[in-house]
């Protein structure tokens, strides 16, 4: 269990909230508007410092506040159970405090490291549809924590992008400087998709296997593409773009354009499975990146599935539930109507249910008819 106690104060409607005691499986309930996605925006901050729902910061505190708090016991490799705070505020100039064991800590890479999220919500089918951004950020989560080398490699490879972008939009180029640069780029992305591809063989299978478990789906295929041809080396192709590049002020391939390529039956998969499809599909990469997390690196991961029985049939949530069940890592269930999915855990599952109305939460006892 990575996370044993959370208080929260000034996010959105919950002004002071606390959820305590949490158990692997924790499952929030209440009416529209109750305060339930705002527990997971809560959980979310303190593993990137920010909302998965919006970047912006001024929604996300109360409006009746100046700043908003979360704040747990997080289980930290090697360390035990140590306070994680994390407070962001509504002024612009105030920067956001974070505090890891009683120490701030500047860079929101730390608390990823130490609490990784993934979040399965209403914006799951961006996964699918949405741009290449969204499932790069997926694949890079994935990259991050197994790969410590990865994270500063990607700083450098973003940092000299930018250099070489600006060299490309200025109007008289100097070539000698911008051969270092794309010498510079061309090395760390080199680095880069050699990380990525070898992350995203160790999921293919994973991922197929978790998809088995949840969905029949014959034919389903997972591709990677780094950004530039798979044949051609980058340099390459950066030379013979040179003329292009120069006209359109930026550079044409690279590892910032890389995607995975989701495909079923020869289409795009988000133009012909139908929603609870792919959901499921979303779920399944999610979950596998989850298993692929313990498998390589021992460690847990916190699951935060908002509205789980949303576009679902009981036999898919039941599907879905035993999934994350085994998965042995702690997870946060919303939904409306608990009794939704009370029959959809094992036996021996350790459950705390919270009622949430109004932005208060109460820990619930349940008591199932069956
Ligand atoms: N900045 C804010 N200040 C106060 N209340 C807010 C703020 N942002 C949203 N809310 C309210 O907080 C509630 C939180 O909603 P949400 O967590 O999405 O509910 P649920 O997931 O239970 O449907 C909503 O009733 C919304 O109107
Ligand atoms: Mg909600």
Request: charged share 20%; aromatic share 8%; glycine share 6%.
């Amino acid at each position: 269990m990575l996370i044993k106690r959370l208080e929260v104060t000034g996010i959105r409607n919950l002004r002071s909230a606390s959820l305590n005691p949490l158990s692997s499986i924790n499952v929030l309930y209440g009416e529209n508007g109750a305060g339930k996605t705002s527990v997971l925006e809560s959980i979310h901050l303190l593993s990137s410092a920010r909302s998965f729902r919006s970047h912006k910061l001024k929604p996300l505190i109360n409006s009746e506040m100046e700043s908003c708090v979360a704040f747990a016991e997080i289980d930290i490799p090697g360390a035990g159970y140590q306070p994680v705070g994390v407070e962001r505020f509504k002024s612009p100039a105030t920067p956001g405090i974070i505090k890891i064991a009683g120490q701030s800590v500047k860079s929101a890479a730390a608390l990823a490291e130490n609490l990784p999220v993934q979040v399965i919500s209403s914006d799951t089918f961006k996964l699918l549809e949405g741009s290449p951004s969204v499932r790069r950020q997926f694949l890079d989560w994935g990259v991050f924590h197994v790969e410590h080398q990865f994270h500063p490699v990607w700083k450098n490879t973003q940092r000299c992008l930018k250099q070489r972008n600006s060299l490309l939009r200025h109007g008289r180029i100097d070539d000698q400087q911008l051969a270092v640069w794309t010498d510079e780029f061309v090395g760390l992305a080199r680095q880069l998709d050699g990380f990525r591809a070898h992350y995203f063989q160790q999921l293919v299978p994973v991922f197929e296997q978790t998809l088995a478990r949840l969905l029949g789906l014959e034919g389903l295929s997972l591709g990677y593409y780094r950004g530039w041809d798979k044949d051609t080396d980058l340099a390459e192709v950066l030379a013979a773009n040179a003329i292009r590049e120069k006209e359109q002020g930026h550079t044409s391939s690279g590892p910032h354009r890389a995607d995975l390529k989701l495909r079923y039956q020869s289409a795009s998969a988000a133009d012909i499975l139908s929603r609870g499809q792919q959901k499921l599909v979303v779920c399944a990469l999610r979950v596998a990146q989850g298993y692929l997390l313990s498998q390589l690196t021992g460690r847990s991961c916190v699951y935060l599935v908002d509205d789980l029985p949303a576009e679902l049939d009981k036999k898919h949530r039941l599907a879905l539930c035993a999934l994350l069940e085994e998965l042995k890592c702690q997870v946060f269930v919303t939904c409306v109507d608990h009794k939704d999915i009370d029959d959809c855990w094992s036996e021996q599952a350790a459950i705390s249910m919270f009622h949430v109305e109004h932005g208060v939460i109460n820990a619930k006892t349940i008591t199932t008819s069956s």
